[in-house]
C-alpha cells in the first residue's frame, strides 16, 4: 500500500497544465493509429500526484493468471460502459475499481488523442488528472490487480532505469520494439511505456540515456497495451 506524499495545491500545478497543453498535441505514431472502423472504446487514467521526491504517477500490476496481459504494468482504465459519461467517467470509475481512487479527490486535466491499440483492438481516451485529495492506493479485486505503486517521475527520467524492450518478431507490429522502464522488480513497456516516455520528453523530465540497452519483452507475443479479459 502507498502512503500520500506532502502536502498538495488544491488545483493542477502550472507543469501539469502546461504539460497537459503540449499533450494534447501529442503525435500519434503510425501503428497507433485508428483505423476508419475505430475499435472498442476505452479510458486510463494517468494520475500526476506529489510525492515524497517531486511528482509521480498512479500503476497497477495486472494479474498473472489474467488471460490478457498477465502481469503487465499499466495505467488503470478499460472499457467505456454504457453507463459511463464517455472517457473521463470510464477513466475514474477504473481507478476507483482497480486502485481504490476516490473520484471526488481527482481534478481532470484534459483528454488526450486516442491511440489503438492493435492487438485488443481498443480505441483508447487517454486521460490526464490531478490527484489533489489522495488516499493509500490499494488493489481493488485481487483476481484483477495484484499491485498498485506510485512512481516518481524523477526514477522513470533516470537513465539507468530505461531500457529499449525487444518485442518478438512477427505479428502485426511495425517496429522491432519500443521504450521500457525496469523499476525495481517491475519492467513498464508497451502502451504503458510509449505514453510514460512521450510525458517525459513533454515535461521537461527526460535526460539522455543509452537506447543501445536492450531487454527482451515477458511475453510471448508482441503487446502495445492492455485490455481487460
Not at 498473472?64 to 504494468?73: D, E, I, K, N, T
Not at 480505441?123 to 498498485?148: T, Y
Amino acid at each position: 500500500m502507498t502512503e500520500p506524499g506532502p502536502a498538495r495545491p488544491a488545483s493542477a500545478p502550472s507543469w501539469l497544465t502546461e504539460l497537459a497543453a503540449a499533450a494534447r498535441r501529442l503525435e500519434v505514431p503510425e501503428v497507433m493509429r485508428p483505423p476508419p472502423d475505430g475499435g472498442r472504446r476505452s479510458a486510463v487514467l494517468i494520475l500526476f500526484g506529489n510525492g515524497t521526491r517531486g511528482p509521480d504517477l498512479l500503476l497497477v500490476q495486472r494479474s498473472p493468471a489474467l488471460r490478457s496481459h498477465p502481469g503487465q504494468v499499466a495505467f488503470p482504465g478499460g472499457a467505456i460502459d454504457e453507463t459511463d459519461d464517455g472517457p473521463v467517467g470510464a477513466a475514474l470509475r477504473e481507478a476507483a475499481e482497480e486502485a481504490g481512487v476516490e473520484p471526488s479527490g481527482v481534478q481532470v486535466v484534459t483528454t488526450l488523442p486516442d491511440l489503438y491499440i492493435w492487438r485488443s483492438g481498443y480505441l483508447v481516451s487517454p486521460v490526464i488528472a490531478w490527484w489533489r485529495e489522495p488516499v493509500p492506493a490499494r488493489p481493488g479485486d485481487p483476481a484483477e490487480v495484484v499491485a498498485v505503486t506510485r512512481v516518481a517521475m524523477a526514477d522513470l527520467a533516470e537513465p539507468a532505469n530505461r531500457w529499449m524492450v525487444e518485442y518478438p518478431a512477427g505479428g502485426l507490429l511495425l517496429r522491432p520494439g519500443g521504450p521500457g522502464f525496469r523499476i525495481g522488480p517491475m519492467l513498464i513497456w508497451g502502451f504503458t511505456a510509449y505514453l510514460l516516455d512521450r510525458l517525459l520528453a513533454l515535461g521537461g523530465w527526460e535526460v539522455p540515456w543509452d537506447a543501445s540497452r536492450t531487454v527482451a519483452a515477458p511475453v510471448p507475443s508482441p503487446d502495445l497495451g492492455r485490455a481487460r479479459s
